[in-house]
C-alpha cells in the first residue's frame, strides 16, 4: 500500500499531528541541505543538482514509498558509483543510467521482488558500506587540505598521489576544515546545542568566517562551480540512443541494487524506530519513481537516507507530510537563499562527508565483529572490504553474494544425510515386536535434508553402497523439502545402475511437490512399482511380496532340471 494512503487509514494525516510533522520536516531540511549539495560535489556534479535530487525523489518517496516516515535523496552510498560514471560517461551519461536505475527499480516493485533484495548477508553489507566509508574519506582530502586535481584512475594511485602532495596543503583551507570537523563533533555533545543540526552549524559559521576574512586560497561554491540558480529547475529528456543505453546497462543495475538495498536497510531501521512495518514492494516502487523523475529535472539518483529518515523519526515525524515539508524547505532556499550558496568553502562540506564516512564505515560493528563473527563471515565481509576499496563495488557485491552462497550451498549439503533405518528403530517403524526377525534383503534408507546438485554425490554414493544380501531398497523421503533437476538427474542414473544390479529401488513418503517433479522426470519407470507409496509399512510389504514371489519361482526354475535328473 503506498505509505500516504496508509498513514491516511491510521489516522495520522489528522490535525493533531501536523504540528510535529510540521517541525520534523523543517529539522530534516536543514539537515538534508548541506549533505545534498556535498554528495553532488563528490559524485562529481554541480551543488545544485543535489538539492533537485533531494527536492525531487524526496517528494516522490514521501507520496509514493512502502514506508510512511523514509526520507529520500542523494546519499554517501552512490558517490562512489555515480562519481565513476560520471568520470566515464560525463553528466548526460548519468542522467540515462539513473532513468534507467528508476526503471529497474520499478520492474523490481511490480514483480514484488523486495523481499529478495534482502538476502543479501550482513558481512556482504558491512564490507561494502565500510569500503564506500573509506573511498568517500580518502576523496574529500583534495578539499579538506586545499591539495591540487588528484591524478590516477585507482583507489592506490589516487591515495599515493594524495599522500605525495599532503606536504603542500593550503593552511588557511586546512584550518577551516579542522574547525568545521570540530564543531561537527563538539556540537553534539554540548547540551544546550545538541538539539542543532552540526552540519548546519558547521556551515553556517565557517561560511561567515570566509565571507568576512575572504581568504583567497580557499575553494568555495562560487569559486569553484559559479552561483547556484534562484530557481527551480526545468524538465529535460536526455538524448538516448541505443549505444548508450547498452554501455549503461552495468551502471544501471549497480544504481538500482545499491539504492534497493539502501532504501530497504533504510525502512527497516524505520520500522524499529516506529514499530510499524513498511511495504518492501511499494518502497521499491516508490524508489523508482523518484529515480526516474530525478534525472528529468537536473537532479542525480536517490535513496532512502538512513540518517535523515532517523532525524525525521526522532523530531516527530510519524507520516509523509513530514517529507512533503522537508521538501517545501529545500525549495524555498534554493528559491530565496541560492546567491548565499557562493561563499561556502568546499572545505566545510568536505568535513562533512568525513563525518559521513566514519558513519558509514561503522568502525565500531566491525572492530565488535573481530571478536565475534565466525571466520568464514569475516573472510567474505573483508573481501568484499577490499575489492569496494580496490576494484569495483558491483564487482565487490557480486564476489560477497557469490562467496556467500557457496559457503551457505556447502553447509547445506553437509548437513544432507542418508540414515540406514535398522534394528529396534525399523521394527519401531514398521509396527514390529522386537521377537520378530527383519528381513536382511531389504534396506531402508532416509534421506535427510533438500537433494539438490549439492548433495548429489553424498546421496548417490550411499545408494550404490549396497551389497549382498540386499536386493531391494525402501528409500524414505519424508524429511526432504524439495529436489531439484540436477539431482533427479542423477538419480535416474543411479536407479538404471541399481537395476543392473537386479536391486529393486521402492520410493515412500515423498511430499506432494516432491512426488509430482519425480513423476513429471519421467523417474518412475525406474522405480519399483512406478510409484511412491504413501507410507514405509506399504512399501516395505509390497517389496517383500515380489521378493518372495521371485524367491519361489526362482525355486521352481532349479526344482524342474532336477526333478528330470531323477525321472
Known sequence: MIALLEAGRAGLLGRKHWLNNLLAGLVVGVVA?????????????????????????????????GSRVQIAGPTGAFIVILASVVAQHGVAGLQIATLMAGFILLLLGLLRLGAVIRFIPDPVIVGFTAGIGVIIWVGQWRDFFGLPVVE??????????????????????????????????????????????????????????????????????GSSFGALPSGLPSFQWPEITLTRVVELIGPAFAIAMLGAIESLLSAVVADSMTGSRHDSNQELVGQGIANVLSPLFGGIAATGAIARTATNIRNGGNSPIAGVVHVIFLVLVLLLLAPLAAYIPLTVLAAILFMVAWNMSQAGLVIRLQRRMPVVDLFILWVTFALTVFADLVVAVNIGVILAMLYVLKRTSDGVQVRALEGRRLQRALDLSFSQELRQDISVLTLEGPYF???????????????????????????????????????????????????????????????????????????????????????????????????????????????????
Not at 563533533?185 to 565571507?211: E, H, Y
Open 33 to 65: 541541505l548541506p549533505l545534498a549539495m556535498a554528495f553532488a560535489i563528490a559524485s562529481g556534479v554541480k551543488p545544485e543538482q543535489g538539492l533537485y535530487t533531494a527536492i525531487i525523489a524526496g517528494l516522490a518517496v514521501s507520496l509514493f514509498g
Open 152 to 221: 590516477g584512475q585507482h583507489f592506490h594511485e589516487k591515495l599515493w598521489f594524495l599522500l605525495h602532495n599532503l606536504p603542500s596543503l593550503d593552511w588557511a583551507t586546512t584550518l577551516l576544515g579542522a574547525l568545521s570537523l570540530a564543531i561537527l563533533i563538539i556540537v553534539p555533545k554540548i547540551p544546550a546545542l545538541a538539539r542543532l543540526p552540526g552540519p548546519l552549524v558547521a556551515l553556517v559559521i565557517i561560511t561567515l568566517i570566509q565571507a568576512i576574512f575572504r581568504f583567497e586560497s580557499v575553494a568555495t561554491i
Open 453 to 567: 546438485f549439492a548433495s548429489v554425490e553424498a546421496v548417490n554414493r550411499s545408494l550404490l553402497s549396497v551389497t549382498e544380501p540386499v536386493k531391494a531398497i525402501v528409500l524414505r523421503l519424508n524429511y526432504v523439502p524439495f529436489v531439484d533437476a540436477t539431482a533427479m538427474q542423477a538419480l535416474e542414473t543411479v536407479l538404471v545402475e541399481l537395476e543392473q544390479r537386479n536391486v529393486m529401488v521402492a520410493l515412500c513418503e515423498a511430499n506432494e511437490k516432491v512426488t509430482r517433479k519425480l513423476i513429471r522426470m519421467g523417474l518412475s519407470k525406474h522405480i519399483y512399482a512406478q510409484r511412491v507409496f504413501d507410507s514405509l509399512q506399504t512399501a516395505w510389504d509390497s517389496v517383500g511380496e515380489t521378493l518372495d514371489y521371485r524367491a519361489s519361482e526362482a525355486m521352481k526354475d532349479l526344482a524342474q532340471p532336477a526333478a528330470k535328473a531323477v525321472i
